[in-house]
Structure formats: structure tokens, C-alpha cells
């Protein structure tokens, strides 16, 4: 095995479920975890159909990176949490939900109150979601998704039409409430909760069950990977497949964005991460799990390097994954060898915090645990990049009068 010369990720904290005498593994689950997009909450399922919502602001204090540098991580159990319950108003309150099932996905999403309803005939709805509506929902094990309001913990709306477990939800991050629900049933579903949230669109196309789905930042595209090797973009205006990623050898089980939407990575159990342009659907950079890269045929099967989740950070440069070899790795985007590494037993789920400086995982106990993302300053150049590839797609990149190197380096070909 290769040996890496790199350190140790910064553990600050975790929060811990109470395990009770007849508490056995099955059902304790944390297959999701998600931050508020405002960084206002950190939402996690910490198994037996229970959902947590914390401030975020809270969790940082208890872990003491509010105070000086080196403060000694804490551990946050769910008995300390609710004795805090009672807060003065104004401040964000926590919530323990029970969602009747248990609980796969999650996702948060907020209104922009300009972004109109896709729905034509509009003249009368249930609901009316404000500025200041912050909303969870929640996909079960049913096959219902269930809609909160995250300041008050009360049940908005119940979506049914799923006929198997909903495995994953998320968003769309332009305030239109669109909601995309991933299931064993094998489909991808479009729900308008701007229009009391009606069922919008049936995306069918995977043979097999769905695990994962997210949105590019400007909504336009939807990236969906399941139990196959294949990568799905769809295209969320026509809602019409795009084209398909080939490259993995073994079921893609995560998948996310760059905050510019130059990025796709995408996670699987053939033991890599594959960083793709999504617009030429052409494979930039493969993050290997397991040295010397396995064959085909090890990769397809089960090699105890299964990759469970891939979280893009919000600075563009850093990406993290949980494999089955109880590691957290966190990698730069330029380089093939992970920056930082942190053991994690039985990790499931992995998600950056808004501002990019903490990673979350949860565990199959129920639990999650917190590391500070690497630190470095981004150059000038990259910046430049991220702001320009948030408008252009490389296709017009690469029509640019500009030098091939400045080219290939605003295409991510040099990484």
C-alpha cells in the first residue's frame, strides 16, 4: 500500500445518541446529515424515525471552536441538547421530530419569495412560504416525504407517490422550492411545494434503485447515480435526460457539485471518486481508495474500499469522502493523494457545513462526528475561476481567444 505524507484531519466534536440495554444495531442508522443553506441548522437522522435539528451556532459553541484555538473537542450527547430546549425568542430553537419511519433523506430548503411557482394556473394555495421559511424534508422508509417547518418542528405537507424507500432528496438551490425525491422504486421525482407540493414529473431511466440525486447551482441540471455504473444528467428545464457518465465499475452511490457547477464528483463502490466535466461528460481527476488500483472485476464486487459519500467544499478546492475502511478522507481538487485523513468507524454520510470550515459524518450508530476542513487560502487565480465558470460552460471556455494554458486551466484540465 502506498504511504502518505499527510496529517491527521482536527477532530472537534461529536454528537452521541443514548444507546438503551435492547438498543440493537438495526434502525440506528445516520444515513443522512445536512446543513441549513443559511448555516442556521445541522439536521441529522439519528436513527428509530427521529430527526434532530440544532443550531449550528450552538454546536460550535459546545465544541468550544467559538473560543481560543485548541480547544479540547467535546462530546454533545442528546440529553445535553434537549435540557436547552428553552431559549429566549428570537433565537433558533431545537427540535427532536419523529417522521413516523425511518428516516433516509434529508434536505433543507428555503423560498425565495420573486422565484414563481412552475405550476401556470395559479390562483389559490394552501400554503404561502415567506422569506423567512426555512423548511426540512424528510424521505422514510415508506416511501412518504414529509415537509417541516424547521423553526417550529410542525408537519407542513405529506408527499405520496413513491412506492419504495425514498433514499435521498435535495432542493433546487434557487429558491424555487422544487423538491427532487431519489427511491428504490427506481425513479426520480419533481415536487412544487410553491404549489402545495404537487407532484411535478416522473424522471424514469435507472434500472435499478436510485441513491442519490443533486442539483447543479443554477438548478438548470440534475445529477442522479444509483444501483449501476452509470452517471445520469438530466435536463431540469425539459426534464429530459441529457446524457449518461461512463466510467465506474460498481454501483455510484453519492454524488454532488462544485459550488461553480464546473464539477461533478461522484462516489462508488469500485473504490474512487471520479471528478467529471459535466458538460463534455469527460472523466478530469480519479481519487483512489485502494493502491494499486484494483481490476474491473475486484473493483465490481465487494473489496471493503466501498465509497459511501462525497461532499464538495464550498471553496471549490477541497473534497471529502467515507469509504468501509473506517477513513475520512479530505483531497485537493490539484492533487491524486489526500491532503488529510481521520477514522471514522462504520461512516455512512458526509456533508460540509455553509461556510466550508467544518465536515460532518454520520455513523451507523446514529451518531456524527466533526472535523475542521483543511486550511489554506485559495489564489487569486482560482477565484477568478470560480466566478467566471459560474457563467459560462466550458464549451464556451474553450471558444475563448485566450493562451491553450489559461484555457485548459479555466477548464479544471489542469488540476
Known sequence: PLIYNLRKAKFIGELLVPVAPFDQKSGRENWTVAFAP???????SQGHRIVKLVPWSKCLKKFGEEGPNGAVPQQLSRQNIDRG?????????????DCGDIVWGLAFGSSVPEKPSRCVNIEWHRFKFGQDQLLLATGLNNGRIKIWDVYNGKLLLNLMDHTDIVRDLTFAPDGSLVLVSASRDKTLRVWDLKDDGNMVKVLRGH????YCSAFSPDSSVLCSVGAGKSVFLW????????????GHHNDVVSCEFSPDGA???TA?????????DPYMGTMLLELAHLFPPPSPIFAGGANDRWVRSVAFCHDGRHIA????????????????????????????????STDG??????????????????????SLQHLCRMALRRVMPTQQVQALPIPSLIRSYLSYQIL
Open 85 to 97: 430546549t428553552v431559549v429566549p425568542d428570537g433565537e433558533p430553537r431545537e427540535h427532536s421530530i
Open 38 to 44: 443559511d448555516g442556521s441548522y445541522f439536521a441529522w
Open 235 to 246: 435536463d431540469m428545464d425539459k426534464y429530459s435526460l441529457i446524457r449518461k457518465l461512463e
Open 357 to 378: 470550515s467544518v465536515l460532518a459524518a454520520g455513523s451507523r450508530d446514529g451518531s456524527v462526528h466533526f472535523w475542521a476542513s483543511p486550511n489554506s487560502i485559495a
Open 263 to 265: 464539477l461533478l464528483a
Open 207 to 210: 434500472q435499478n434503485w436510485v
Open 321 to 352: 469522502s467515507i469509504t468501509d475502511d473506517r477513513m475520512v478522507r479530505f483531497w485537493s481538487i490539484e492533487e491524486k493523494s489526500p491532503q488529510a485523513i481521520a477514522p471514522i468507524t462504520n461512516g455512512l454520510c458526509c456533508a460540509f
Open 268 to 276: 462508488s463502490y469500485d473504490t474512487r471518486v471520479i471528478v467529471w
